[in-house]
């Protein structure tokens, strides 16, 4: 029903910023809670936040909390998560999500269509 396409992964700093985009296809982009998940090696994929269908409710991992912003641009078919204060543990690839759930937000299991993932990758 949608698909969806990371971008903005990289090799930054420790300290260093980095803004990571998902473009969704289709028309019904606004019918879906959108959540970013990110995974290291040898690491479970963890969740790391989503945002609302209207973009006005957010959640976050206490790991990233004051450190990262989601949002989304409903018009542009995207959300966006600005990655600030960058540290060596946030290394992983990082996954954006869209589901249909509105109550089961923070673990996979709410997340019905996956992106490939983009490389984010903190030097210390």
């Known amino acids: 029903q949608v698909q969806l396409v990371e971008s903005g992964g990289g090799l930054v700093q420790a300290g260093g910023s980095l803004r990571l985009s998902c473009a969704a296809s289709?028309?019904?982009?606004?019918?879906?809670?959108m959540g970013w998940f990110r995974q290291a090696p040898g690491k479970e994929r963890e969740f790391v936040a989503t945002?609302?269908?209207?973009?006005?409710?957010?959640r976050y991992a206490d790991s990233v909390k004051g450190r990262f912003t989601i949002s989304r641009d409903n018009a542009k078919n995207t959300v966006y998560l600005q990655m600030n204060s960058l540290k060596p543990e946030d290394t992983a690839l990082y996954y954006c999500?869209?589901?249909?759930?509105?109550?089961?937000?923070?673990?996979?299991?709410?997340?019905?269509?996956w992106g490939q993932g983009t490389q984010v990758t903190v030097s210390s």
């Open positions: 945002i609302n269908r209207s973009g006005d409710s957010t």
């Open positions: 289709g028309r019904t982009f606004t019918s879906y809670t």
């Open positions: 999500a869209a589901g249909l759930r509105l109550l089961v937000v923070t673990t996979a299991l709410g997340y019905d269509y």
